[in-house]
Structure formats: C-alpha cells, structure tokens
C-alpha cells in the first residue's frame, strides 16, 4: 500500500522530523527550561544593577535632596533643576560643549577615516606605520594633555621656539578664551581619532575586494571607488563612530582639566567640567547630580537617534 504526502506526514513522530516547525519549538522550550542559563544570565544581571543602575538612581536620589559637602540631607524635590536652568551661564556651557565635540569630531572623523584607508592599502611597514598612528590612543588623556601644555608653553615650549625663530612671537594658545577652546579641541580630536581609526579598519576589511577589482576593470579610479564602494559599505560604522566620539567628547573631563581647568573666563567649561567643579570645588553634589542627569539625557537621546538610523538602514 503507498501512502500519500499529507498521509505520511501525519503519522506519529514525521511531522516533528527536520526542519518542521515542531522542533524549534520543543529546543526554546528546552533552553527556556534550562536552569544552566540562569546560571549566565544572573551575573549578567546584577553587573547591570551594580554598574549602571545602582549609580543612576543614587545620582537622581542625590539630586532630589540638599547636600552638604558629600552628605545627602533633606528632601529638597526639583530645587537643582530649577536651579540649573536657571544659571544664566547654562547656556554658554552648552554651547561650548557643542563647540568643542562637534569641533572634535569634524576633525577626528575623517583623521581616522584617511588613517584606516591608509593602513589598509599598506603592504610594507604596516605593523610600524599602525603603531604610530595609535601612539596617541595609547597615552592616558593625562599624559596627553600635559605633553601638549609643555609643547605649547609661552616660555619654553618647542612650539613657542619654532614660532619665535620664524618671528611670529611665542606661541600663548592657552590665554585667549578662544584659542584656548580651539586648543583643547584639537588636542582632544589629536588623542581620540586612532578609536575612529581602529573601527573603520574593521569595516573596511570586510569590503569584498571582488568589488575593486570589477571597478578597476571598469576604469573607474580612486574617487569614484570611495564614493561607490567604500562609503556605502561604510555608512552604518560612520553612525557608529559618530556616536561613540561624540559620547566620549560630551563626557571628557581630564585633557580640559589638564590644559585650562575650565579657564580662561570659562571659555572651555562643558558640562562635564560643569560637574567635576561643582563636585570637587565648590562641593555642591546636589547640582552636580543634576547636571550629570542632563549628561546623561543628551547621551540617550544620541544612542538612540543612532538606533534609528540603523534600523531605517537595515530596511
């Protein structure tokens, strides 16, 4: 006797066999199931609670009570927002926080962009020529910032003699409220763009290289391969280095503290040093709280325009 398909597949223990829509059932039961995955997923858990979420609700607790130095008094409700907006130099700390991150960006973004096509169209030397570009990542944001205060010293400073030599006068980049912003911005984008470097080396080693040489074959030329090729294949690390550059700009505190401490006549205090002041100088903790959640909101508000980029890209 012959069975028919749908006949067969009813009988007992076929419709489960390969690739029926049984089995992946029966598996996520079985992990759902499974008490090893909470053996992973409970560390998980509790770093989570420890890192981010213990911090950021002692934080709003802080900010909702007066303080007196580091001790939390009584509960004073919205009296650090309210006195936050109200300071009338917020908005010229958030100007120049504007100014130094997205100043720090223009700059970092295509240093790290040419570095990575650089290294990556490099044969000889490319371990040396790679170590020399990442030197600067590699110093703490401390040696950094003092290296580039000794190089730019009006008194003794190897920038200051060079200038001098070509009669131009000593250099003094950090005693004029503008050319001291302009400083830390270039420093800052100087120390960072080997992490936007390092991303883009990544992404570009996943271009198919099927794809340049057709191009070449075509006669196309270098310009036109970056616009046809790389960009595209690009575009989603861009967003993504976008973000992360401009978190770390928005929370940099060392290299402004090294160089300017904030100054002069606060031309170069973000936000950042905002807190790092209200904290450690005029120990208001209260107001540093608040200003620390307002970090805190501009960073979600870009990781999750970053979010929704990508997710129209994958569309």
Do not use: C
Not at 52 to 72: D, K, N, Q, R, S
Not at 77 to 84: D, K, Q, R, T
Not at 105 to 118: E, T
């Amino acid at each position: 006797m012959t069975l028919s398909a749908g006949e067969v597949a009813a009988l007992p223990g076929v419709r489960n066999q390969g690739r029926g829509p049984g089995r992946p059932d029966r598996k996520r039961r079985t992990i759902a199931g499974d008490p090893r995955v909470w053996l992973y997923t409970i560390p998980v858990v509790l770093v989570f609670l420890f890192v981010f979420i213990g911090p950021l609700v002692y934080t709003v607790w802080t900010a909702l009570h007066e303080t007196t130095y580091y001790e939390i008094g009584e509960f004073s409700g919205l009296n650090s927002f309210v006195a936050l907006f109200s300071d009338p130099s917020l908005p010229a700390q958030i100007g120049t926080t504007l100014v130094f991150s997205l100043g720090a960006l223009v700059v970092a973004l295509p240093a790290g962009l040419i570095s990575a096509i650089v290294l990556n169209d490099l044969h000889r030397f490319k371990r040396t020529v790679r170590s020399l570009f990442l030197l600067p990542w590699l110093m703490s944001q401390a040696i950094a910032g003092t290296i580039w205060l000794w190089f730019l010293n009006p008194n003794y400073g190897p920038a200051s003699y060079i200038t001098t030599s070509l009669g131009w006068g000593p250099t003094d980049a950090f005693s004029s409220p503008t050319t001291a912003l302009i400083a830390v911005t270039l420093i800052t984008a100087w120390w960072s763009y080997p992490q936007a470097m390092l991303l883009f080396l990544g992404a570009l080693q996943t271009i198919p290289e099927e794809l340049r040489e057709s191009l070449r074959m075509d006669g196309g030329g270098i310009w036109r391969g970056f616009v046809s090729i790389t960009l595209p294949y690009l575009r989603n690390t861009i967003v993504s280095v976008v973000v992360v550059l401009l978190m770390l700009y928005v929370q940099m505190v060392t290299i402004i503290l090294v160089t300017t401490r904030g100054g002069p006549l606060g031309a170069t205090e973000t936000l950042s040093m905002r807190v790092f002041n209200q904290t450690f100088v005029e120990f208001d903790l209260s107001g540093a709280s608040a200003t620390a959640i307002l970090l805190f909101a501009v960073n979600t508000v870009l990781t999750l325009a970053a979010i929704r980029f990508r997710r129209k890209e994958a569309l």
